[in-house]
Each structure stands twice: as structure tokens, then as C-alpha cells.
């Protein structure tokens, strides 16, 4: 059964009181930055009036006790090899760096988040990522879905490895542009919630976001059947937030998400025969003259002979020439 628990209070007490220690196995959070949170409409070009008030901000002098204290909750609450991701500006990164050194949570990554409509300046660089500091509590099984979005062998129209990729440390994602809609100020979008709960926890796991804001995190954990616990102090903000939530159909992300390829190419690696090459060729004009498209009949060469589709489109160019390959529908080559 799918259980939530979300509080309408300050996480640091909340903490304390509601949540055991070691109970939680991901923490995704995205903390008040400590800049004037009234300029925030000004940077981000948005419509005051679709902005739910009430974010509390915190104080530039306090930044680094506060940081202090929520990251000591946060490191008690989390089980040993649980992973916890914070999404900070650049501005007091360095009080939660600070903080973290204070404690026994293990760096993995610095992942830059670049997004779009980036804050709007004219005699300087624009201001276009954020800092996700992703990091471990040592001493238990570290849970790390590497081939959960993209299988070891699927590769790009160039041959790049499309896991690999998915895996570097400079993730591209863009904001939700949700014009006329109510929104938490700094939203986070679900394509970057989904990567992080994907990666770093299984289904029926607790993930916890101390500072929920607009639920983004409440709300794609359950699309992915999770459980969720967090804290939201203001009460506007939370009840908001309460409304959308209580609307998500647990698991309604599964249909949305992208199922990595698994297969396991035998032939990988092994060198072509003449004979293979042909046969290929042959297959493909084949597979074209039933009216399948050329990224439709690589993907039945492929597993037809356990090679890749990199690999096989390969052949299929180099052979080209050379072969004298019929395909029915010449117009698809313009
Ligand atoms: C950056 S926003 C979170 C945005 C959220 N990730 C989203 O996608 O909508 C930070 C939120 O933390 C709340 N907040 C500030 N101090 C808090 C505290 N001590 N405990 C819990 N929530 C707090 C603010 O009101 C704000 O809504």
C-alpha cells in the first residue's frame, strides 16, 4: 500500500518529531537559495499573479545555520546507502557545502542542471544552470539503476552510447512553461524528478523532499509508486500543494517513461564476414519493401543478428555502393 505522510510544518522540527532515523531511502530537495525571493518574478519573466505567495525565504545571515541543521536532519533520517540529491543556486552553495563537510554523507556528483529562460541580464553572463549536489549515506546498499532509462547497447544515430550520456554529469533539461497555471516559484520539472527517482530509488521505496514548495517531488514519486514523506511551512503553499497531490493516479508515469532496450547483442564485437554483410543487405531491402522505415528494419536486423544498430547501419552505408541492393520505394532515399 501506498502510504503518504506530508507535513504542514518546518522540516527541521518535523523532522524530529515525525521520522525515524535511517527510515528514508532517497531525499530529493530543493531548499529556500537565500537570495530576495521578491526578485524572483523580475529574473524569471513570470506573472506575479500565478505565483502562489507565501515562500519562506531565509535570511542571508541565517543561511548557514539553517543549512546546518535541516542537512543533519536529513543525514539522520536517511538509511545507510540511501542517496540524497540537493538542488542549489550558486549564491550560498557554499554554506550547504559547508554543512555537508560537517557530516559522514559522501559526494558522488556535481551535477550542473542547465535549463532554459535563463535570468534575464544585459552587462553579464546569464545565469542558466543550478548546482545538484548528489551524494550517499555509507554503510549500506547504494541503490543505482544504472540501465534503467537507456540499455548498455543502445547507441545514437553516430554511435554514441545513449547511456552514457543520459549518465554525464551536465543534465539539459528544460523548465515547465505552464502559462495561466498556478505554480510554486522555482518548480522543478518532472523530467528531472523522474531521472533522479529513477536512478536512485525502486518502486515502493520512501522518498522524502523537505521542502516542498509546489509537491513537484511528492508528485512524480507516486506517479512512479514510491511512497512520499516532506514538510511545507507555509500553509497556503501547502494546502495548494495538498489539492494537485491528492489528484495524481499512483503510477500514471510508467505509460510516459521511456523503456530502456535490454537485448544482448551475441554477436557483438565479432568481426563481419562477407557473407554476413550481404545477408544484411539483402534482409534490409527486404525488411524496406514491406514498408518498414530504415530506423524500423535496423532495429529487426539488429536483433535478427545480434549485432547493434550502430554497427549494422555501418554496413548498410558502407555496402551501399557496392551492392547491388533493390528497395521498391526509392523516394524514401531523398
Ligand atoms: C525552492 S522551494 C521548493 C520548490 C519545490 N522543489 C517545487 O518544485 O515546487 C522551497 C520551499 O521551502 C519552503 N520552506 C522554507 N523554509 C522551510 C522550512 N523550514 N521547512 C519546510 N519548508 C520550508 C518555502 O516556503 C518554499 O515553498
Redesign the pocket.
Known amino acids: 500500500m501506498l502510504r503518504n505522510l506530508l507535513y504542514n510544518?518546518?522540516?527541521?522540527e518535523g523532522a524530529r518529531r515525525h521520522i525515524k532515523d535511517g527510515t528514508v531511502d532517497l531525499i530529493i530537495t530543493?531548499?529556500?537559495?537565500g537570495i530576495n525571493a521578491d526578485t524572483f518574478e523580475k529574473h524569471y519573466n513570470r506573472k506575479a499573479s500565478n505565483v502562489i505567495d507565501?515562500?519562506?525565504e531565509?535570511p542571508k545571515e541565517k543561511y548557514e545555520e539553517f543549512s546546518d541543521n535541516?542537512i543533519r536532519e536529513a543525514e539522520r533520517i536517511l538509511r545507510p546507502g540511501g542517496s540524497i540529491y540537493i538542488v542549489s543556486g550558486y549564491t550560498n552553495l557554499h554554506h550547504v557545502m559547508g554543512a555537508l563537510s560537517n557530516t559522514k554523507l559522501k559526494m558522488v556528483n556535481h551535477i550542473i542542471w542547465k535549463y532554459n529562460f535563463g535570468v534575464h541580464t544585459t552587462r553579464k553572463y546569464v545565469s542558466s544552470h543550478y548546482h545538484i549536489l548528489y551524494l550517499i549515506k555509507p554503510g549500506g546498499k547504494v541503490t543505482f539503476n544504472t540501465f534503467c532509462r537507456y540499455g548498455e547497447n543502445e547507441r545514437d544515430d553516430s554511435g554514441g552510447s545513449l547511456n552514457y550520456r543520459d549518465r554525464e554529469d551536465v543534465w539539459i533539461i528544460n523548465k515547465e512553461y505552464k502559462p495561466n497555471q498556478k505554480k510554486?516559484?522555482?518548480?522543478?520539472p518532472t523530467s528531472l524528478l523522474i531521472k533522479m527517482i529513477q536512478y536512485s530509488s525502486n518502486e515502493g521505496d520512501l522518498v522524502c523532499?523537505?521542502?516542498?514548495?509546489?509537491?513537484?517531488?511528492a508528485r512524480v514519486a507516486i506517479g512512479l509508486r514510491r511512497k512520499v514523506t516532506g514538510?511545507?511551512?507555509?500553509q497556503k503553499?501547502f494546502r495548494n500543494g495538498m489539492a494537485t497531490f491528492e489528484k495524481v493516479i499512483p503510477g500514471h508515469l510508467f505509460d510516459k517513461i521511456r523503456i530502456p532496450d535490454k537485448s544482448n547483442f551475441v554477436r557483438r564485437g565479432k568481426p563481419w564476414t562477407q557473407e554476413e554483410k550481404q545477408k544484411v543487405n539483402i534482409r534490409y531491402a527486404n525488411l524496406r519493401s514491406t514498408g518498414k522505415n530504415r530506423k524500423e528494419s535496423i532495429d529487426s536486423l539488429s536483433s535478427e543478428f545480434g549485432r547493434g544498430r550502430f554497427s549494422i547501419s555501418k554496413i548498410l552505408k558502407s555496402e551501399k555502393d557496392s551492392l547491388p541492393v533493390r528497395i521498391h520505394n526509392k523516394r524514401e532515399f531523398t
Open positions: 510544518e518546518d522540516c527541521i530543493d531548499p529556500p537559495y507565501g515562500y519562506v531565509i535541516w510554486n516559484r522555482n518548480e522543478l523532499d523537505l521542502f516542498l514548495g509546489g509537491f513537484s517531488t514538510f511545507e511551512i507555509n503553499i
